[in-house]
């Protein structure tokens, strides 16, 4: 407890899934994790941050579509447009289940950052449930190679596979890039703290999408309205 380091107790702080969304994603990501990364190295994912930035500022034009009464939320209906338009065929119930999952201050509206993070779940659980099937993907193909890179992002950081990236592994990853790149290496540890929310060592794929369209820095504009 109390942020300190937490290495070697992995065992006993592990994250537990609490809904069955939650276990559904880490299965995925499990899976996923199986195929492997293209990542080489930490400085490989730093040097992708302008593309993900890029691919990540498209999604808002995406957001602004569907937030239908331009409140700068999505409600659950608006979603369901959203869904129906992108030829997301998820049901009603799981539509709900990722509308709860990712409206992370329960204002029972999707922000923009929410938003980021919930379509690239939904790129990770379609991509695992049609598994090769071009035929009903998302209709989004710039955000889904950004989308990739994150998830690739966050498979060559989980080295043991275990669907969290917990702090040994983030100071491996920096440890194991090239030396002398040590403001990277601070700042990235300095992110770990701020994505490991509940303070166990443990970061799962929410957790790091969360912090990642912090990292690229499209936070600016929408920052100002959130408590
Ligand atoms: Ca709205
Ligand atoms: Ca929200
Ligand atoms: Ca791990």
Known sequence: MGGILTKGDDSSLTSVPTTKLELKILETMRRR???GTSMKSFNTILLKFPKIDAGL??????????DE???????????????????IDFTDE???DLFEECDINKDMGI???????LLCLVYLLKKDSVSGHSSSRMEIPDLEAT?????DSFVFLDKNKDGYVS???MVHAINESTSGEG???RIAMKRFEEMDWDKNGMVNFKEFLFAFTKWVGIEDEEEATEE
């Open 183 to 185: 403001s990277s290496g």
């Open 69 to 87: 009464d331009k409140s700068g939320s999505i409600d659950p209906k608006e979603l369901n447009h959203c869904f129906r338009k992108l030829e």
């Open 111 to 117: 922000a923009y950052k929410e938003f980021n993070v």
């Open 94 to 96: 799981e539509i709900n």
């Open 57 to 66: 500022r498209k999604c808002k034009a995406i957001f602004e579509e569907f």
């Open 147 to 151: 989308f990739e890179t994150l998830v």
């Open 33 to 35: 994790e199986s195929k």
């Open 167 to 169: 702090k040994g592994e």
